[in-house]
């Protein structure tokens, strides 16, 4: 029998960010988080109701179809609550030569003990990056060269061929203009004065 494996529920999808990690990237955003932070870039990606269900096959051929892709980046959202998906992912594009990182409102330590969600050691064990912790508005960073948005948030990087590449920062943002004409603003806004 068939083993039918969960696809992902995702809030969105975008080639070649710059601003989500080092390198020109994409960028996996999934659907569902409970932390809801005060300030948090994505409320949109809160709820965990169906949005866009897509099977892990489709979102790596969509990664490894972009030739400047040299990276994915799982954001969202909470991505470690869809782990074992997102572990298929980051085996399958490692696999292939790209690189793998996510953020997490959980810290490493939350994420390394018998409560994380399930399948977050896989998860792990697959990324050359973590940014761990929860975004804080009170600590929040607006500084053109910090990789992390609030002060209590730390880079972890698991591959150290990846060490060097830590240049990418929280306090910027792109616009992507979609084929179907549609726009899609990523990186934070805060320091613009803008709303997502």
Known sequence: ???????????????????????????VWVQGCRRGCPGCFNPA???????????????????LADPQNEGVTFSGGEPFWQAPALARVAKQVRAAGLNTMSFSGFTL??????????????LLDQLDILVDGPYVETLAVHDPSSPVSSRNQRVRVFNP????????????MEVHILKDGSRLVTGYYGQLGLTP
Not at 110 to 121: D, I, R, T
Not at 162 to 171: E, F, G, K, Q, T
């Open 1 to 27: 029998m068939a083993t039918i494996l969960a696809p992902l529920n995702l809030m969105g999808y975008v080639n070649r960010s710059e601003v989500n990690g080092p390198g020109c990237r994409a960028v």
């Open 109 to 122: 330590a939350e994420l390394q003990s018998a409560a994380a969600p399930p399948g977050a050691q896989d």
């Open 161 to 172: 061929a990846l060490s060097d590449r830590i240049h990418w920062a929280s306090d910027q």
């Open 45 to 63: 990606s809160w709820s965990f109701a169906p949005n866009q269900i897509v099977p892990v096959e489709e979102v790596v051929e969509q990664i």
